[in-house]
């Protein structure tokens, strides 16, 4: 089980992140949690690194994977040396910024032994795009909106994990993923 921040729910409300809520959840349930995102400011760049960064460290060991939410305005090498095995990825921004650099960003995962998530995945081609880079898990809410696009949406899923990408930079040998990650600046 994941345990998202809230930062999201809160931009789509025009509020802002809560942070005694996220406090709460996390001493409920954070213990539990297969891993946490960090919090972080959806669409605020170096910002939301910072803000990512001050509960990187407040939270150390709880739960035992903690992810950074990359967002637009960033690139690899401003998140780079914090990932590893215990500190992982959450793809967020904006859909054409995280569709357009999701290659990058899967590439720095592989090339750091990194849990790789990806956020807002509500269609049959973005989980194509997960499956093709390898991601380790997504997230999604059109099943709420969208009861009758489960059906599809779990085929979809079945599909992209029987059939691998030959360009998934999982099933790479980590020598043959480009240390630079193939950012398109």
């Not at 859909?95 to 999701?102: E, N, S």
Request: proline share 3%.
């Amino acid at each position: 089980m994941g345990l998202d921040n809230g930062a999201w729910s809160a931009y789509q409300q025009g509020k802002s992140f809560d942070e005694d809520a996220f406090s709460r959840a996390i001493d409920k349930v954070g213990e539990g949690a297969d891993w946490v995102v960090l919090p972080d400011i959806v669409a605020g760049g170096m910002a939301s690194l910072d803000l990512s960064l001050k509960w990187l460290h407040r939270l150390r060991g709880m739960p035992e994977q903690q992810l950074i939410a990359v967002q637009d305005g960033m690139c690899v090498d401003d998140v780079r040396d914090y990932l590893g095995p215990m500190v992982g990825l959450f793809i967020g921004g904006s859909t054409p910024w995280k569709l357009a650099t999701l290659d990058a960003w899967s590439a720095l995962a592989r090339r750091k032994g990194c849990y790789l998530h990806v956020g807002r995945v509500n269609s049959l081609k973005r989980i194509k795009a997960c499956a093709q880079v390898g991601a380790n898990s997504f997230d999604g809410t059109s099943i709420i909106a969208f009861p009758d696009s489960i059906n599809m949406l779990t085929r979809g899923v079945i599909s992209s994990q029987q059939q691998q990408s030959l360009f998934n930079p999982r099933t790479k040998e980590l020598s043959e993923v480009d240390y630079d990650c193939g950012w398109q600046m």
